[in-house]
Structure formats: structure tokens, C-alpha cells
Nanobody
Framework: QVQLVESGGGLVQPGGSLRLSCAASGSAFNIYTMRWYRQAPGKQREFVASIFSSGSTYYADSAKGRFTISRDNAKNTMYLQMNSLKPDDTAVYYC?????????WGQGTQVTVSS
């Protein structure tokens, strides 16, 4: 069982940066595939980025070149560094942990990009 808590969201101007964190409780964090998803008002939840236990990463086209996903296994924490933010990035951002058939989600953190 894994419990996930996101933090770091907030209001930022277009072109600004934010770093989201996802703190995980429980054991074996290092073997989970970790993911970031987001959901904008009136839209379906969409994939943003993932990082595997090996450290390999994968990004949605919308995130490539602007967002960086990382993890610190010693701290049981995953991060999403977001740069050059746009109003279209406004959403609730959720972190997820996947291991075999088990999926876990955090409660989300709001990111609002607006002038």
C-alpha cells in the first residue's frame, strides 16, 4: 500500500515556473513506476510524464522541453519541475504510483497559470 501526497501547486504567471512534489509513504518506493497526470476543468485526466524504477522518463508532447520529472528514492519523493508555464497548463495535477496491477493516486494539487 502506498499513500501519495502532492504539494507545490499555486498561482503563477505565464512563463513562470513551479516545482511539484509527490511524497510517498510505505515501502518499496524505488520499484514503483511514478507518474504525473493532470485534469483541467471540463476535461479528462491526461498523462503528463512518468519515471520508471530504472530512472527512464517519458513525457507527453505537451510537456516535452518544458517539464522535467525526477525522483529521489532516498526521500520517497517524486518531482515535476515545470518551466515556461502556459495558461493551458492550468489543472489539478495528480501523482500516481504503479506496480504490477496496483495503481495509487494522490489527492492532487492545483496549478493555475494566469496573469
Amino acid at each position: 500500500q502506498v499513500q501519495l501526497v502532492e504539494s507545490g501547486g499555486g498561482l503563477v504567471q505565464p512563463g513562470g515556473s513551479l516545482r511539484l512534489s509527490c511524497a510517498a509513504s510505505g515501502s518499496a518506493f524505488n520499484i514503483y513506476t511514478m507518474r504525473w497526470y493532470r485534469q483541467a476543468p471540463g476535461k479528462q485526466r491526461e498523462f503528463v510524464a512518468s519515471i520508471f524504477s530504472s530512472g527512464s522518463t517519458y513525457y507527453a508532447d505537451s510537456a516535452k522541453g518544458r517539464f522535467t520529472i525526477s525522483r529521489d528514492n532516498a526521500k520517497n519523493t517524486m518531482y515535476l519541475q515545470m518551466n515556461s508555464l502556459k495558461p493551458d497548463d492550468t489543472a489539478v495535477y495528480y501523482c500516481g504510483a504503479v506496480l504490477m496491477m496496483n495503481n495509487y493516486w494522490g489527492q492532487g494539487t492545483q496549478v493555475t497559470v494566469s496573469s
